[in-house]
């Protein structure tokens, strides 16, 4: 795909504007479909290529971390209604089961007792652990969401336990390897930004910390640039056979939390143009945002070095909805048919899929499949070496009777018959 110029000047113009009224001491941008970028761009002081450069990203992380607790699910090693307590025994809030934690469903705190670990150096999760365990509940499990980075350094250490490896190296081996992740990191690594706060009357940079969080490290500790994210979009979007199969991240963009703002791990929000499935993320000196649309395949990706100033939700929706931006097309005429192909003649008319009625007309060399209903459903088939192919290339399953009529098509599991499905008749195959 590429990007009409009119797309790209006012994605660009969306970039400037946010550095500028941000007061972003840089900012770096993209657009990502099936895992490459169709746009990158950048405003501001950036330190190194935009799209190579590193910047935390916060609570993206979370969502790295709830993918390996659902590979342990799905390879049997986990379970999402299990209690915390059955893998970290002497863990805080240990009743508190799996599902709860990944959808800050669980009643627990935003943060851990003790130094705001955003911008202290973490220690082990035994001292984590004993700082915490008088902690109190905040609210019965499922009764409310309330968003917690404590619940994932949990997470983080139930599932390093149940694999015996740290939850770093975890990262690196079941999800950055596979993915071909190079520039997603634990630690910064150059070319990175340098966070900062900007001071709200006087406009200075105060420089952040770039500090190690340890044990909270699963809520918030990772590093990555837009080209590894692009890739990243594209695997929240179409999933990955050596990371995680699509019913998995299924399941994790499905609402659980009170509201449905939140499945297993990832955040949602229902727009026009479908679902937005990803994650915000922030920590001291850093914004970020990962927004992926899978009715559109397509990702938008913001990096900062700024504690504050970035709406990264709105943001990232204006440049899905700038992304889509179109030069005028160039409309190809509509010619009446001058043959119809014996093929095609056997397949024209009426169809039912239940009891929805369907149309299907043949026009300028292909089949389309039109639903009478008001959504107005389009399906075009075109007929190569012998078989009917749908636009994505999978085949239909037909079935002829004896004198070259079609009895019934199938494809994607949808069967389509010549007339509505009456309730106790078989279906026929």
Same mark, same amino acid.
């Given at each position: 795909?590429?990007?009409?110029?009119?797309?790209?000047?006012?994605?660009?113009?969306?970039?400037?504007?946010?550095?500028?009224?941000?007061?972003l001491p840089s900012i770096v941008a993209a657009i990502a479909q099936q895992g490459q970028?169709?746009?990158?761009?950048?405003?501001?002081?950036?330190?190194?290529?935009?799209?190579?450069?590193?910047?935390?990203?916060?609570?993206?992380?979370?969502?790295?971390?709830?993918?390996?607790?659902?590979?342990?699910?799905?390879?049997?090693?986990?379970?999402? &209604? =299990? %209690?915390?307590?059955?893998?970290?025994? $002497?863990?805080?809030?240990? /009743?508190? +089961?799996?599902?709860? @934690? *990944?959808?800050?469903?669980?009643?627990?705190?935003?943060?851990?007792?003790?130094?705001?670990?955003?911008?202290?150096?973490?220690?082990?999760?035994?001292?984590?652990?004993?700082?915490?365990? &008088? =902690? %109190?509940?905040?609210?019965?499990?499922? $009764?409310?969401?309330?968003? /917690?980075? +404590?619940?994932?350094? @949990? *997470?983080?250490?139930?599932?390093?336990?149940?694999?015996?490896?740290?939850?770093?190296?975890?990262?690196?081996?079941?999800?950055?390897?596979?993915?071909?992740?190079?520039?997603?990191?634990?630690?910064?690594?150059?070319?990175?930004?340098?966070?900062?706060?900007?001071?709200?009357?006087?406009?200075?940079?105060?420089?952040?910390?770039?500090?190690?969080?340890?044990?909270?490290?699963?809520?918030?500790?990772?590093?990555?640039?837009?080209?590894?994210?692009?890739?990243?979009?594209?695997?929240?979007?179409?999933?990955?056979?050596?990371?995680?199969?699509?019913?998995?991240?299924?399941?994790?963009?499905?609402?659980?939390?009170?509201?449905?703002?939140?499945g297993l791990g990832f955040h949602l929000l229902p727009t026009a143009s479908g679902l937005?499935?990803?994650?915000?993320?922030?920590?001291?000196?850093?914004?970020?945002?990962?927004?992926?649309?899978?009715?559109?395949?397509?990702?938008?990706?913001?990096?900062?070095?700024?504690?504050?100033?970035?709406?990264?939700?709105?943001?990232?929706?204006?440049?899905?909805?700038?992304?889509?931006?179109?030069?005028?097309?160039?409309?190809?005429?509509?010619?009446?048919?001058?043959?119809?192909?014996?093929?095609?003649?056997?397949?024209?008319?009426?169809?039912?899929?239940?009891?929805?009625?369907h149309l299907a007309l043949w026009s300028m060399g292909e089949l389309e499949l039109r639903?009478?209903?008001?959504?107005?459903?389009?399906?075009?088939?075109?007929?190569?070496?012998?078989?009917?192919?749908?636009?994505?290339?999978?085949?239909?399953?037909?079935?002829?009777?004896?004198?070259?009529?079609?009895?019934?098509?199938?494809?994607?599991?949808?069967?389509?018959?010549?007339?509505?499905?009456?309730?106790?008749?078989?279906?026929?195959?």
């Amino acid at each position: 795909m590429t990007l009409s110029a009119p797309a790209e000047r006012g994605l660009a113009e969306l970039i400037a504007i946010a550095q500028r009224d941000g007061r972003l001491p840089s900012i770096v941008a993209a657009i990502a479909q099936q895992g490459q970028l169709v746009w990158a761009g950048s405003a501001g002081d950036v330190a190194g290529p935009a799209a190579d450069t590193q910047y935390r990203i916060g609570s993206i992380t979370k969502t790295f971390t709830a993918v390996l607790v659902m590979q342990a699910v799905r390879d049997g090693l986990m379970r999402l &209604e =299990a %209690p915390l307590a059955d893998y970290v025994p $002497e863990a805080p809030f240990g /009743s508190a +089961l799996l599902q709860d @934690l *990944l959808s800050h469903s669980a009643g627990i705190a935003a943060e851990p007792a003790g130094p705001w670990w955003e911008r202290a150096q973490g220690g082990s999760f035994e001292q984590l652990a004993k700082a915490n365990c &008088e =902690a %109190p509940s905040l609210a019965e499990p499922g $009764e409310m969401l309330l968003y /917690s980075n +404590l619940a994932y350094a @949990l *997470l983080g250490e139930a599932v390093a336990r149940t694999r015996g490896s740290s939850w770093e190296d975890l990262v690196s081996t079941r999800i950055l390897q596979p993915l071909g992740m190079t520039r997603t990191t634990v630690h910064p690594a150059e070319p990175h930004a340098q966070g900062y706060s900007v001071d709200h009357f006087r406009g200075t940079l105060t420089p952040e910390p770039a500090s190690d969080t340890a044990a909270m490290g699963p809520a918030g500790q990772l590093w990555s640039t837009l080209t590894d994210l692009a890739t990243y979009s594209e695997f929240v979007m179409r999933g990955h056979p050596e990371v995680l199969e699509m019913h998995w991240l299924a399941l994790m963009s499905t609402p659980h939390a009170p509201g449905g703002s939140y499945g297993l791990g990832f955040h949602l929000l229902p727009t026009a143009s479908g679902l937005l499935v990803g994650h915000t993320g922030t920590m001291p000196g850093f914004m970020a945002k990962l927004q992926t649309n899978r009715s559109t395949a397509t990702a938008a990706i913001v990096l900062a070095n700024g504690t504050v100033g970035l709406d990264p939700n709105g943001l990232t929706e204006r440049m899905l909805a700038t992304a889509g931006l179109r030069e005028p097309a160039q409309v190809q005429a509509w010619a009446p048919s001058v043959d119809v192909p014996e093929h095609a003649e056997a397949m024209v008319g009426a169809w039912y899929w239940g009891e929805r009625l369907h149309l299907a007309l043949w026009s300028m060399g292909e089949l389309e499949l039109r639903s009478v209903t008001p959504d107005d459903e389009v399906e075009t088939f075109t007929y190569v070496d012998g078989r009917w192919v749908d636009s994505l290339e999978m085949p239909l399953q037909v079935s002829y009777r004896a004198d070259g009529s079609v009895e019934w098509f199938c494809f994607d599991t949808y069967l389509f018959t010549r007339s509505p499905y009456e309730p106790g008749t078989p279906i026929p195959r």
